[in-house]
């Protein structure tokens, strides 16, 4: 069996547009977007929902025998510093960011029995965090927001 294997994920065209528009940002930014970053990246997008480290390795494995972890986590942490990717804390998983370029508070809807994540924004927990922030002389340097529950189609 070969080192590297050809496999193609199939991205949706949505996925296919935003990955586009992640080369654009990486060149924009002066980071290198290499092969095996964009595959990474790639398997992000492809995913439904948040992804831990390991699984993403399994996956990044089906086209790189020679996958290591270090290989993973060098990617994801070139993808956190760009604002491509977010970390979802309590369950140390990842996921894709659809909407990067710009700075914004990361608030995430947790389903306790399958596991799926959903990104929301809302700018009022936004401001009230801020506003509670600014009371106490306390400045915000990152922001992320979990909240844990059941999901509709787990309801």
Do not use: W
């Not at 069996?1 to 065209?13: G, P, W, Y």
């Not at 060098?74 to 990067?100: I, P, Y």
């Not at 922030?133 to 309801?155: D, M, P, Y």
């Amino acid at each position: 069996m070969s080192a590297n294997r050809e496999k193609t994920l199939v991205l949706s065209k949505q996925n296919k547009a935003i990955l586009v528009k992640a080369k654009s940002y990486c060149q924009e930014k002066g980071a290198r977007l290499t092969p095996l970053r964009e595959r990474v990246y790639e398997i992000l997008l492809h995913q439904d929902s948040a992804i831990g480290a390991y699984d993403l390795l399994d996956e990044l494995r089906k086209t790189d025998d020679n996958a290591k972890p270090p290989t993973v986590y060098r990617a994801l942490d070139f993808f956190l510093d760009l604002g491509l990717v977010h970390k979802v804390e309590s369950t140390n998983a990842f996921m894709a960011c659809h909407h990067f370029g710009c700075s914004h508070p990361v608030q995430f809807l947790i389903c306790d029995t399958c596991g799926d994540v959903q990104e929301i924004q809302s700018a009022g927990v936004k401001e009230t965090l801020e506003a509670q922030a600014e009371q106490n002389s306390f400045v915000i340097l990152r922001q992320t927001i979990e909240a844990h529950g059941v999901c509709q189609k787990c309801q």
